[in-house]
């Protein structure tokens, strides 16, 4: 892709969009929108038209959400359902009425079903029922991947989703009410380090499996797409179910990012888990990665590598991170 063509990043102050913003500024990419809920609410159809018509966009990259863990997932189904589906539709609709030519949607790994044990493929959408506490959020995600795809399908564009797995990072939300469960660990663990606490209480029973993905490693994933959108090799792949899973393609158990934790942050005390199974969410959830990996692409970091590198940026941070 040429590098002066104008990419809008909307949602460039979250933890995805944060990242890809450093990466593009890194790489050379010259012209790079980016607009603050402030100057540019997504939920305002008519702003966001007036926006696109002003500006040619050439790609966008739609990291833009309303985003949260368990808690906030379950608390709140018609936020997480109509403002993530609002935003997305305001967005892709001005995309396409305005000729933008790359469109990359995120979708969210919570839209797979619940009862499949082996590794998630791309094939495996809707072939039964999501996680009921994340049914808010993955019905929206589902929407927003669908209709992404019919506009590649029905007008020929290049506009297709990548379905990252469990994303943490060091722009993370670290608000223990709503933040997901890396994030969530890490504060836990280094407040109970600095105020020498005897214990920790852990939710749930720290059996479940997740696909934990760097935020940096995602935004290299979609450089690599922008890269390679125009191969026939890409195309091929994405045009059966128009979009491609990206992660770590490895499971990481709940208890395994304890110990980790337990070893970086030098915490003594005794981890308690509350045995709530009902809080664990989806059992477990790894992506099938094979389809990118063969066009090129693969992480560039190990989960250790990434909790290593997030957990120092959260030491150093905390002051303002804490909320």
Known sequence: MNKTKKIFLAGHNGLVGNAVL???????????????????DLLDQK??????????????????????????????????????????????ESSFKNNVEVFINLGSACIYPTSIKRNLKEEDLLTDKPEPTNEAYSLAKISSLKICNFYKQQYKKNYFSLMPANIFGENDNYNLKTSHVV??????????????KKNLIIWGDGKPIRDLFYSNDLADSILFCLKNYKNKNFNRCINKNG????????????????NSLINISGFKGEIIYDGRSSINGMK??????????KLGWKPKHTFIQALEKVYKNYSKNHKQLRK
């Open 284 to 293: 477990r959830r790894v992506l099938n990665i094979t389809k990118i990996k």
């Open 47 to 92: 702003k966001v038209e007036l926006f696109f018509k002003k500006n040619k966009i050439h790609t966008v990259v739609f990291c833009a959400g309303f985003v949260g863990g368990i808690g906030a997932t379950s608390s709140k189904p018609v936020e997480f359902s109509t403002l993530n589906l609002r935003m997305f539709l305001n967005t892709i």
């Open 183 to 196: 994030p969530a660990l890490i504060r836990k663990f280094f407040e109970a380090k600095i105020l020498n």
């Open 243 to 258: 979009f491609l899973n990206v992660g770590t393609g490895k499971g990481v158990q709940i208890k395994e990012i304890i």
């Open 22 to 40: 450093k990466k593009l500024k890194k790489y050379g990419y010259k012209k790079i929108i980016t607009k603050d809920r402030k100057k540019l």
